[in-house]
């Protein structure tokens, strides 16, 4: 499985940015992607992942001001993210587990994307 994500960038704050990843390859019938996000000297933090058949789980430091969504027809996640603040500014991971169950443990995922930045500008 590869992991394409896209999206992010430099935003003031109380704007809105979305994030995409696109996973190809030999996925599940039941599969979960997440998101995690690293700002500089910080372990990675899960921010929200949702499953093809259990739903969708939000960090509570995100909760109400992001929307996490698929769409299985093209195996893509999307992250809407409103509301932003500066301490959202980090480096934002796609992540693939084969598993059905949405963990925010890292370790528990497969598959990484490649980072993209958003920066969110007080």
């Known amino acids: 499985v590869q992991l394409q994500a896209s999206g992010g960038g430099l935003v003031q704050a109380g704007g809105s940015l979305s994030l995409s990843c696109a996973a190809s390859g030999r996925t599940s019938s039941s599969y979960t992607l997440g998101w995690f996000r690293q700002a500089p000297g910080k372990e990675r933090e899960f921010v929200g992942g949702i499953s093809r058949t259990r739903g969708s789980t939000l960090s509570e430091s995100v909760k109400g001001r992001f929307t996490i969504s698929r769409d299985d027809a093209k195996n893509t996640v999307y992250l809407q993210m409103n509301s932003l603040k500066p301490e959202d500014t980090a480096v934002y991971f796609c992540?693939?587990?084969?598993?059905?169950?949405?963990?925010?443990?890292?370790?528990?995922?497969?598959?990484w994307g490649q980072g993209t930045q958003v920066t969110v500008s007080s």
């Open positions: 992540a693939f587990s084969y598993s059905g169950i949405v963990y925010s443990d890292r370790t528990r995922y497969n598959r």
